[in-house]
């Protein structure tokens, strides 16, 4: 944010959610450092708790625990969940592969403290990246499930436009050994290329070695006990505030 410009205000998520149908989504971290100042992400989860409008979050940074009041509104209405982004126990690993976040023991604490407090918590255990971290799927999904998590989903790495060669410059970094096996994984699950943009496989990629990732994900869940009931998050205590006619009509 540039010296004197304003923070963005949750005017456009109060305005989407008065029109007839609405769907808004954010493709990056909402809980990124700088959102201990700003608080965007706290103003907007206000605004959806007052319509209570279904949410879902996907956060690396233990900062959503700041938000815990605004979740247990929401989840008095069957409306949010809260994914945590697991990636690695690895600590020394989390720190070049994702730094200025929070590390995994804290992770697995803000699961706990999500779930403690009656809101509903899964892990997403992405990006898996052959031949670097997948191997440790089966103990993420184990470690997730201790801490209180009730589902979880996977996202295999797929690496579009520039970030094809800042990836393979971060190999040549940090895990010049294993770099050319690293790729060849990401090429096995992605038709011999680095991405690709297939709607239903983008995201798990395709192939034996897309299979095999699928099966250690599904065997590690039902041993951990996760997905065993279905997320379904419910619209019907949406509202449009402004009176008890109005929610009447």
């Given at each position: 944010?540039?010296?004197?410009?304003?923070?963005?205000?949750?005017?456009?998520?109060?305005?989407?959610?008065?029109?007839?149908?609405?769907?808004?989504?954010?493709?990056?971290?909402?809980?990124?450092?700088?959102?201990?100042?700003?608080?965007?992400?706290?103003?907007?989860?206000?605004?959806?708790?007052?319509?209570?409008?279904?949410?879902?979050?996907?956060?690396?940074?233990?900062?959503?625990?700041?938000?815990?009041?605004?979740?247990?509104?929401?989840?008095?209405?069957?409306?949010?969940?809260?994914?945590?982004?697991?990636?690695?126990?690895?600590?020394?690993?989390?720190?070049?592969?994702?730094?200025?976040?929070?590390?995994?023991?804290?992770?697995?604490?803000?699961?706990?403290?999500?779930?403690?407090?009656?809101?509903?918590?899964?892990?997403?255990?992405?990006?898996?990246?052959?031949?670097?971290?997948?191997?440790?799927?089966?103990?993420?999904?184990?470690?997730?499930?201790?801490?209180?998590?009730?589902?979880?989903?996977?996202?295999?790495l797929r690496l579009p436009w520039q970030n094809k060669d800042l990836f393979e410059q971060w190999?040549?970094?940090?895990?010049?050994?294993?770099?050319?096996?690293?790729?060849?994984?990401?090429?096995?699950?992605?038709?011999?290329?680095?991405?690709?943009?297939?709607?239903?496989?983008?995201?798990?990629g395709s192939g034996p070695r897309a299979d095999q990732i699928e099966k250690l994900f599904a065997?590690?869940?039902?041993?951990?006990?996760?997905?065993?009931?279905?997320?379904?998050?419910?619209?019907?205590?949406?509202?449009?505030?402004?009176?008890?006619?109005?929610?009447?009509?």
């Open positions: 944010m540039n010296a004197g410009q304003q923070p963005v205000s949750p005017t456009p998520t109060r305005g989407a959610l008065t029109q007839p149908t609405n769907r808004f989504v954010g493709t990056s971290d909402c809980y990124q450092p700088v959102e201990r100042m700003l608080e965007l992400t706290r103003r907007c989860l206000a605004v959806l708790a007052e319509f209570r409008n279904p949410v879902g979050i996907v956060t690396k940074n233990r900062l959503v625990t700041r938000d815990i009041d605004l979740l247990q509104e929401l989840a008095r209405h069957n409306a949010v969940v809260a994914f945590i982004s697991l990636t690695t126990l690895d600590t020394e690993l989390r720190r070049v592969m994702e730094p200025r976040t929070s590390p995994p023991a804290a992770r697995l604490a803000t699961i706990s403290d999500l779930a403690r407090a009656g809101i509903p918590v899964g892990v997403l255990t992405a990006p898996m990246i052959p031949g670097l971290n997948d191997h440790e799927l089966p103990n993420l999904l184990g470690a997730a499930a201790d801490a209180g998590a009730q589902f979880a989903g996977y996202v295999t190999l040549t970094e940090h895990f010049p050994q294993r770099k050319d096996k690293v790729l060849a994984g990401i090429r096995a699950v992605r038709d011999g290329d680095l991405n690709s943009t297939e709607f239903g496989t983008r995201m798990r065997v590690g869940c039902r041993k951990a006990g996760l997905n065993r009931e279905p997320l379904n998050l419910s619209t019907a205590a949406f509202r449009r505030p402004g009176g008890v006619q109005l929610e009447l009509l």
